[in-house]
């Protein structure tokens, strides 16, 4: 089946840091993306819809100086934490929309830890 | 704004009981509704899927039942094993694009 892919799985770094968080769709192509993110024993919330050559759309309180997100080609779509800190500390998950199956699929998840 | 609520939100049972799992969405016009379960600290696997047109869709000991009218699907899992402890995470949406997640109900399964 289809499958989305996430990179990288984990990371932990120093307050102010820039972290980038790649998500592939490998075998279909992905006009839209979507990234969740879900703080410790919470569900998953939408942060921002990310459509391939357009800027993302965020969700009310999610900042988008903060969260950069590029969905540069059909496969690709990376979000980047800038100057992250220790709030931003999360498991960050994408989903890819197979328009072709009409279907979507949920990547792996990156776990961010700033300290 | 779609809301989802999951029923109960912590429950233990023996191995080899049936379990119901409930979730409750409050806009009855969606497009479909996805059951996914999640083991601590990974990912989402999709268990089952449902279209707005269907009213069930199994999955080996997996059963999901969608009510739109009612704003609601139950999750039963036959024949319950150790193996299925995690949290299942219910999952709605009205476009066929995102998704409002559930609470999630985090069950264990006793041997």
């Known amino acids: 089946g289809a499958v989305v892919s996430q990179h990288p799985s984990r990371v932990i770094c120093k307050s102010g840091t820039s972290v980038k968080i790649e998500c592939r769709s490998l075998?279909?192509?992905?006009?839209?993306m979507f990234w969740y993110r879900q703080f410790p024993k919470q569900s998953l919330m939408l942060m921002a819809t990310?459509?391939?050559?357009?800027?993302?759309?965020?969700e009310q309180g999610v900042e988008k100086d903060k969260f950069l997100i590029n969905h540069a080609s059909l496969t690709l779509s990376t979000l980047t934490v800038a100057s992250a800190h220790p709030e931003d500390s999360s498991f960050y998950i994408c989903?890819?929309?197979?328009?072709?199956?009409?279907?979507?699929?949920f990547g792996p998840g990156t776990r961010l830890t700033v300290l | 704004k779609q809301e989802v609520t999951q029923i109960p939100a912590a429950l233990s049972v023996p191995e080899g009981e049936n379990l119901v799992l409930n979730c409750s969405f409050t806009?009855?016009?969606?497009?479909?509704l996805q059951w996914f379960r999640q083991d601590p600290g990974k990912g989402l696997t999709s268990l089952l899927l449902i279209q707005s047109s269907q009213r069930e869709q199994t999955s080996g000991r997996l059963n999901a039942s969608l009510d739109k009218s009612s704003g609601r699907s139950t999750l039963y899992i036959a024949a319950s094993q150790p193996g299925d402890s995690a949290t299942y995470l219910c999952a709605v949406s009205n476009t066929g694009n995102q998704f409002y997640f559930g609470t999630g109900t985090s069950l264990t399964v006793i041997p």
């Open positions: 989903s890819a929309r197979d328009g072709g199956a009409d279907t979507q699929y």
């Open positions: 806009d009855s016009a969606i497009y479909n």
């Open positions: 075998d279909f192509q992905a006009t839209t």
């Open positions: 990310s459509n391939e050559g357009s800027k993302a759309t965020y």
